[in-house]
């Protein structure tokens, strides 16, 4: 098949699975057009069935707002008739289904009929899709979608319950190339530069949005460090990394808390993390949660949105409502206090990432885009 793939081309969630998938698909023989406005970070171009179409937006001082969305359906138009594409798969529904839409129509007025797949990853649904100001468009390209999966059960109720949806959503999980972990040689544990070996080793990775709650990081493992030699593993960045340097500064801990920024090591930084923390306001899947178990690391996490579906309660890691920081480091200490807690949720956890391998996730995607195609 030639799948023109749209995402977000950051460190986010939604762009690492769009990126994933695309090079899965690549590898399987499909030809994978990435159109976005620069090359999504985890990209490698070293495929012959991969291709990176950029989109740019010509600044014209008259707009206040560069016109992103028109710029992207004109460039859908220009590949798919230049490649011969047969399917589009946005991620992200704003403004990615309203843009995939938009060029739908131009290539029907010219006699070219091709489906759209449209992800819902999250913060498209549950927090700026939500907003009034976008809500009408949002549940309009939902709406006209040919096919829409979203990435937990959580995310398709919250989907019903906020928008007005009247099409069918297939809920397809996020998924983790499992292979990668043990074959990449690359990946040399180097715990001993980050900690002493009584240390365990502590990690948060994220954008640093407000949503995912970066004081209450800390505030967990403040609690933790005071009973056990421990590190904090920090990475990523955001509006409140910050915050969350200054109260580290605040609590007199900062000597045992690294900030990582963004990072193109995250591997290696799991490899040797004992404990992941995510105790976000809501969070749709928990691509981070699910990435750091692959590594065999547990996680303490919140209860909201579909971390219940990533992270087993007493099986992979522990969960709690939202801001109970105490019972989230009781929680941490329950795993990290004996050499065979913990290694019983280091197996765990792997055990459960499994169910989320690629080879068990790619086929419903492929199942869908043919029968996509098929109908048209
Ligand atoms: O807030 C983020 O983590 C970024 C955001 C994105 O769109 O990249 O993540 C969302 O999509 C991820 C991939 O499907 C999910 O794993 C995250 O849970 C989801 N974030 C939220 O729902 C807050």
Not at 243 to 271: P, W
Not at 285 to 305: K, Q
Request: glycine content about 6%; some cysteine.
């Amino acid at each position: 098949m030639k799948i023109a793939i749209v995402c977000y081309p950051t460190f986010g969630g939604s762009g690492v699975v769009a990126t994933e998938l695309g090079l899965e698909l690549a590898r399987l023989g499909h030809e994978i057009h990435f159109i976005t406005y620069s090359q999504p970070v985890r990209l490698a171009l070293l495929n012959p069935n991969v291709h990176y179409h950029e989109v740019n937006v010509p600044e014209y001082p008259l707009f206040h707002y560069q016109p992103y969305e028109l710029a992207l359906s004109s460039k859908l138009v220009d590949m798919v008739k230049l490649h011969k594409i047969e399917i589009l798969h946005v991620h992200y529904a704003i403004p990615h289904a309203y843009a995939g839409y938009m060029a739908k129509q131009m290539l029907k007025d010219e006699g070219i009929e091709i489906p759209m797949v449209t992800t819902l990853h999250g913060t498209d649904i549950t927090l700026v899709g939500n907003h009034p100001f976008y809500k009408p468009a949002v549940s309009f390209s939902i709406n006209k979608s040919d096919v829409v999966t979203s990435v937990s059960q959580s995310l398709k109720d919250d989907t019903y319950s906020l928008f007005n949806i009247k099409k069918d959503i297939h809920v397809i999980p996020n998924f983790i190339e499992l292979d990668k972990n043990s074959n990449d040689p690359s990946i040399a544990c180097r715990r001993s530069v980050m900690a002493k070996p009584n240390e365990r080793i502590i990690t948060h990775i994220s954008n640093f949005r407000k949503v995912k709650r970066i004081p209450d990081v800390v505030k967990i493992f403040y609690k933790i460090q005071q009973e056990i030699p421990a590190k904090l593993m920090m990475v990523g960045d955001g509006p409140e990394k910050e915050k969350a340097e200054a109260l580290c500064q605040e609590l007199g801990i900062l000597d045992k808390v690294i900030f990582f920024g963004n990072s193109n090591e995250i591997d290696k930084i799991l490899s040797y993390s004992d404990l992941f923390l995510l105790p976000s306001e809501t969070e749709s899947f928990g691509l981070a949660a699910l990435e750091a178990m692959a590594w065999s690391v547990p996680v303490i996490s919140s209860n909201s949105g579909g971390l219940s579906e990533v992270n087993f309660e007493g099986i992979s890691g522990y969960l709690s409502d939202v801001g109970k920081t105490d019972e989230m480091a009781i929680n941490a200490l329950k795993i990290l206090r004996d050499d065979e807690a913990l290694l019983k949720f280091k197996n765990n956890a792997l055990t459960v990432a499994k169910k989320f391998d690629i080879k068990n996730i790619l086929p419903l995607y492929v199942k869908l885009y043919e029968k996509a195609i098929k109908k048209y």
